[in-house]
């Protein structure tokens, strides 16, 4: 066991872990800069503990913000990082709503995932009133 109670395994993981979150953070800071370069607006960004990962999600206010942020966001990460491998936007009509999520599952070794909801003021689901600010 070493100073802080780790056994070697312990330690190894440790470090492991220690070094995707750096790669996160790293790839982070450019997207952060790139979003600087391009005027892109603000959206929230989590760093994951499970797996190098970075989850942006556009909770933008009014909620009617959204779709736009995603869709320039998700331009802007196709142009640095080509095609996303996954992409999907759906209704969901028992919510009067639509989730939108773009996946790149390895950039530079980091999966970034972007997703936003907004409500369905459009399409053939009625939105829930008094969502549409949020």
Partial sequence: MDKAGLTSVDAMRREYDLGWQRRCMGMLARLLDL????SLPAI?????????QLLARCEGYPQTRRQNDFQAWKTALTALAGPPD?????A???RGAVHAYAIWERH???RINLAAE????TGTGAATPGRADR
């Avoid at 979003?35 to 391009?38: F, M, T």
């Avoid at 996954?86 to 759906?90: I, L, S």
């Fill in 35 to 38: 979003s600087a370069e391009r």
């Fill in 92 to 94: 969901l009509p028992e």
């Fill in 118 to 121: 907004w409500d369905n003021i």
């Fill in 44 to 52: 929230a960004w989590t760093v994951t503990d499970g797996a190098p």
């Fill in 108 to 110: 530079d070794g980091v």
């Fill in 86 to 90: 996954h992409a999907n936007e759906r």
